[in-house]
């Protein structure tokens, strides 16, 4: 503990409100959160890189990657009871009268060797089928999205826990000192139909320290606010600066202790080196007409999906471990005839260019690319499915995802749901209704699948602890098991 003379007015009120033995605490978890740097990981890895394609809103897993020829041949009548088994439901159809079946909006069709069942709605996808392993027995608790999001990218429904990639960083540290380890981009369609808000929590770094956060490149003004140099400031006269405030830092780092220091100093210094890298990294212009051309057309636009999908391969073979792109727009509450189309349209020829554009430059076997949502959609309407607007609700039972790339068994299908696409069924097809308290082989639950990822990147989510106010966290909080059946 410093004399008293030596801290500041407000550093002395604080200490004197909380007491003696709480700065004695708090002084030694921040020594002990400041102590576990990058461990490496704890075994061989499958896959050294991650980007996950997150689609924000819940796609329709009924309508786009599980095929439920019942939804058709009882199209209009009610979900029976003995399925729905008093399921709580959202407050946007817990008061319907009637849960009327809904068929898929557009036909399946079979794609590949392996011959996967896919919407038509995604042809590119299709196209490389057997690149691509589809989980349909995946199942949350959470049915509202800014919870089921946060869940799926942090592992508590409620924020302030370290998110995905902030994890990772924790674990594997950098592979190129010139870029983050975790960096962010965000888009939605461009008719803006639904209100989700892409919460900054969505790739927070929560306790652990804040240079593991994500850095979020913008769509619109400058990539990353603030990171050019004022006018009249040369790199030589910048980096003396940076050294003084260096030193500064480290002579305040020893008076007082304080972690986030040291954090705000390699931010300081990252900042400085991106200055070079970052545009670099997203001179799209240098890319080949036909490597553009594959990803669409909007591949041209600021902050577009296929744009994000082009910058994220570009991060990835240059050395960031964790790319999270974020895309809104999924929630066809009233507009499922219309928009899921538009959605479709949006994300389905970049998702596919991005796994033929990893393949061809041999990026994608120690790449994992996941595909998918939150949560999937009710198979029955909400609203009037003879009116123009309607659509399907949230529905977290059982949904489905696709992996490719990244140590995944490709070309193929784990799990599946009734014939409804309401409940994941076990291998028998006897429908089970699992929870992360008792889970069940078939299913995979969200803490499963980031069980899974970590362990392909050679890291044991039990062992992927920080302490934090008296106790070891993990992303995985107290669950969560390796799925070996997603391995190839």
Request: hydrophobic share 40%.
């Amino acid at each position: 503990m410093p004399a008293m003379s030596e801290l500041s007015r407000r550093a002395f009120l604080g200490a004197s409100a909380v007491g003696l033995g709480r700065i004695a605490l708090a002084h030694l978890e921040a020594k002990d959160r400041a102590s576990t740097p990058a461990r490496g990981p704890h075994f061989v890895p499958r896959c050294r890189r991650v980007v996950w394609l997150m689609q924000n809103g819940g796609p329709s897993h009924v309508d786009l990657l599980d095929p439920k020829p019942r939804l058709a041949r009882d199209a209009g009548t009610d979900l029976p009871d003995s399925v729905r088994r008093g399921q709580r439901l959202t407050t946007m159809t817990a008061g319907q009268q009637r849960f009327p079946l809904l068929p898929a909006h557009r036909p399946f069709a079979r794609y590949g060797d392996c011959g996967h069942e896919m919407s038509t709605l995604l042809p590119h996808l299709g196209a490389v089928a057997d690149r691509l392993l589809i989980v349909r027995s995946m199942y949350t608790e959470a049915i509202n999205h800014a919870p089921a999001v946060t869940l799926l990218l942090s592992g508590a429904q409620q924020p302030g826990r370290p998110s995905f990639g902030a994890w990772v960083g924790h674990g594997l540290g950098s592979a190129n000192e010139d870029l983050p380890a975790f960096v962010v981009l965000t888009s939605r369609d461009r008719e803006n139909s639904c209100g989700q808000l892409l919460y900054d929590h969505y790739w927070g770094s929560g306790f652990l320290p804040s240079q593991l956060q994500g850095t979020k490149l913008h769509g619109q003004g400058d990539p990353v606010p603030y990171l050019s140099d004022p006018a009249g400031v040369d790199r030589a006269s910048r980096a003396a600066s940076l050294r003084e405030l260096a030193a500064l830092n480290g002579l305040r780092r020893a008076l007082v202790g304080d972690p986030e220091i040291d954090a705000r100093t390699a931010q300081y210094e990252l900042a400085f080196r991106m200055q070079s890298s970052v545009p670099e990294a997203l001179a799209l212009e240098t890319e080949p007409e036909h490597v553009r051309r594959m990803y669409g057309d909007d591949v041209s636009r600021r902050g577009s999906f296929a744009q994000n999908c082009l910058i994220a391969r570009r991060l990835l073979e240059r050395g960031v471990r964790f790319v999270q792109l974020m895309h809104a727009g999924w929630d066809q509450h009233q507009n499922l005839p219309t928009q899921l189309a538009i959605q479709c349209r949006d994300t389905d020829q970049p998702s596919a260019a991005l796994i033929r554009d990893l393949a061809q430059r041999g990026l994608l076997d120690d790449t994992l690319v996941i595909w998918g949502g939150e949560f999937g959609r009710t198979p029955f309407c909400q609203g009037d499915p003879k009116a123009k607007t309607y659509g399907r609700d949230h529905h977290g039972n059982a949904f489905s995802i696709l992996l490719a790339g990244g140590g995944t068994k490709a070309g193929s299908v784990f799990g599946a749901s009734d014939e409804f696409g309401y409940d994941v069924v076990d291998r028998h097809g006897t429908p089970i209704r699992p929870t992360k308290f008792a889970p069940h082989g078939d299913a995979v639950h969200v803490h499963d699948l980031q069980a899974t990822i970590l362990w392909l990147l050679g890291l044991d989510h039990e062992r992927l602890t920080t302490r934090y106010q008296g106790r070891d966290f993990r992303l995985t909080d107290v669950h969560g098991r390796v799925v070996h059946e997603l391995l190839a």
